[in-house]
């Protein structure tokens, strides 16, 4: 594949519906739970995973790492994408030294509310006081 953009089929905004792991019931804790695949500053919010992700393009889908918080513990991780003959993405989602995921995901328009950066560590005991 000529450089390292995403192809059209997986450009843009996918709305996570399932996972294996965490099931769908709280995937929506912090906000809509998405996950964008543009190549340019993408993100991923799901449950209390608020995180940047660096996508890519392979021969059999997408791979990507991610790095942000869960709650306000700092945490990355990886994952991959590969698109359904139903027109849905099937994927997993690893954490570093943690659980991993398959996930199902929809096509989706981006989200009304943007997606906050992820807090940091520092945050945590602020919000105490």
Not at 110 to 119: G, K, Q, Y
Request: proline fraction near 7%; glycine fraction near 10%; charge should be positive.
């Amino acid at each position: 594949m000529e450089g390292k953009e995403i192809p059209p089929e997986y450009d843009g905004w996918w709305r996570i519906v399932d996972t294996s792991q965490w099931g769908s019931d709280r995937l929506d804790l912090v906000g809509t739970a998405m996950i964008s695949l543009t190549g340019y500053a993408d993100r991923l919010r799901m449950l209390a995973l608020v995180a940047h992700v660096n996508c890519k393009p392979t021969k059999t889908g997408i791979s990507f790492t991610w790095e942000g918080a869960w709650e306000f513990d700092p945490v990355s991780g990886s994952g991959s994408a590969r698109l359904r003959q139903d027109g849905r993405l099937a994927g997993k989602i690893r954490i570093t030294n943690g659980d991993q995921s398959t996930f199902l995901a929809e096509k989706a328009k981006a989200p009304d509310e943007p997606t906050p950066n992820p807090p940091s560590y520092r945050d945590k005991w602020r919000r105490r006081w």
